[in-house]
């Protein structure tokens, strides 16, 4: 008989992880619809073709894609074989897949507005609560299925939303008790500037992709990368100097300005970050000239959140503008902006800070005692009364002894016993006691629902 098991890089939720996990994501959401966000969802797969070519030549990688029906079949086995041939090239073909499952929630949602865009209302500001698939190398904090948190604007310019997303960001995270997290922002019309200062905007990608792995790798290690990608020792020196630049955020867009000249790109870039650091008063929103966030839809300022650096996890969010997302389906006009929260990664740095509240464990309000056929269908009267009031309570299910009956109360965290016994049912009352404190009292029936309140 196979041992019981499940895929790697997936996990099984307990109540105890879904109640944590819904602190999170309801903390979210409150603060997404604040702001008048909308919801939506979409679909768990894509036609392959939605999700190619918009990530990056490392993000196309890592997209799972699912074989098509029938491939067993004798008619299609010289279809599939050819398939398995080109894909042992590296290369996809419809005879072998044609869909996959999602690799995050911003293709598919611009798939969805170019699907709809004669009925909507621009600004459209949706948010989305869904899980994502990644074919990662499973690791701490990184998994194969885990779940995203998105809220993007789309038909506006405005700067005014960058600054709102930040909100957005500040607002979660301090209410989830993450003070000390970090907001890093940068613009990709600074990284199309070095581009141009090392040769032109085609090398945009080699550059971006190499330096996005700057904390992974070390600079030594992204110097080399950028060598294999075909850039010279002066292009390279240019780059070294770009990302030394230190300071604060004033001294940054001063030091970037002498270092890239006062071109069309610099001078948009300095724009965007000096409106964005002026207006979002964030005393965690520090400009970052490293970050690049190597997905080749960016277009503007680019975000990333971390985590508190007492924890060693990194990125829990990130996003920023693509003002030709939509252009990729035929839709061309419809600029937007979106952020994204790292759910999977916000828990393990909660757990690590032991941040989340212990009330969030607590459901089942009180528990009423079986103290025997009578007793207990008298009590389960009541329990559906106290039911009706919108308060949880539960029975417990058979007649036992008293030290079995609590034992089952502290192992839920059940924090009320009730019980209501044949000298309680005559009295019209019942006896409560408090698990934690030990205290202990009798009250009237007719009193208990608002106790229990």
């Known amino acids: 008989m196979a041992k019981p098991s499940i895929p790697q890089g997936t996990r099984d939720f307990s109540a105890e992880t879904i109640r944590k996990r819904n602190h999170i994501l309801s903390t979210i959401r409150k603060v997404f619809e604040l702001y008048g966000f909308e919801p939506l969802e979409t679909p768990a797969m894509e036609n392959l073709e939605t999700l190619m070519g ?105 700067l005014i939303n960058e600054v709102e997303l930040i909100n957005i960001y500040h607002q979660v995270f301090t209410q989830l008790g993450l003070e000390q997290y970090e907001l890093k922002i940068n613009s990709r019309n600074i990284l199309l500037a070095l581009a141009e200062a090392c040769g032109g905007a085609d090398k945009l990608i080699d550059i971006t992709v190499a330096i996005d792995k700057l904390d992974k790798i070390g600079l030594e290690k992204v110097k080399i990368e950028l060598q294999q990608r075909g850039l010279n020792e002066n292009q390279i020196v240019t780059i070294e100097k770009y990302l030394s630049i230190a300071g604060n955020n004033v001294e940054k867009l001063a030091a970037i300005e002498d270092l890239l000249g006062k071109n069309i790109h610099t001078s948009k870039g300095i724009e965007e970050l000096s409106f964005i650091v002026h207006h979002a008063s964030n005393t965690h929103l520090a400009i970052d000239f490293t970050l690049a966030r190597g997905l080749n839809y960016y277009t503007g300022v680019i975000f990333e959140a971390k985590a508190p650096a007492a924890v060693q996890m990194g990125s829990i969010g990130g996003g920023g503008r693509y003002d030709n997302l ?128």
């Not at 799972?64 to 029938?70: A, D, M, Q, R, V």
């Not at 074989?81 to 073909?93: C, I, P, Q, Y």
């Not at 044609?98 to 507005?113: M, N, W």
């Open 54 to 158: 918009k990530y990056g030549e490392e993000g196309d990688k890592l997209i799972f894609k699912i074989l098509n029906n029938g491939l067993n079949d004798p008619k299609n086995i010289d279809k599939a074989r050819e398939g398995f041939d080109k894909l042992l090239e590296g290369k996809s073909t419809p005879s072998l897949t044609e869909r996959a499952l999602k690799y995050d929630l911003t293709i598919p949602f611009a798939r969805y507005v170019a699907m709809n865009h004669g009925q909507l209302t621009f600004p459209f500001k949706r948010y989305q609560i869904q899980p994502v698939w990644r074919a990662d190398r499973p690791q701490k904090g990184r998994y194969r299925e885990f779940t995203q948190c998105d809220a993007d604007v789309v038909g506006s310019t405005s």
């Open 326 to 453: 939509t252009g990729l389906f035929g839709v061309p006009n419809i600029p937007g902006i979106g952020i994204s929260f790292g759910v999977d990664r916000i828990y393990d740095v909660l757990e690590e800070l032991q941040l989340f509240p212990a009330s969030i464990q607590t459901n089942t309000k009180a528990l009423f005692f079986n103290m025997g056929e009578n007793e207990s269908l008298f009590a389960f009267d009541v329990l559906q009364q106290v039911r009706a009031q919108g308060i949880a309570c539960e029975m417990f299910h058979e007649t036992s002894k008293l030290d079995k009956q609590f034992k089952y109360a502290e192992k839920k965290n059940i924090p009320y016993v009730v019980i209501i016994g044949s000298a309680e049912i005559e009295k019209k009352e019942c006896v409560i006691k408090h698990l934690l404190t030990g205290k202990q009292e009798n009250i009237s029936l007719t009193q208990l629902s608002s106790f229990l309140q």
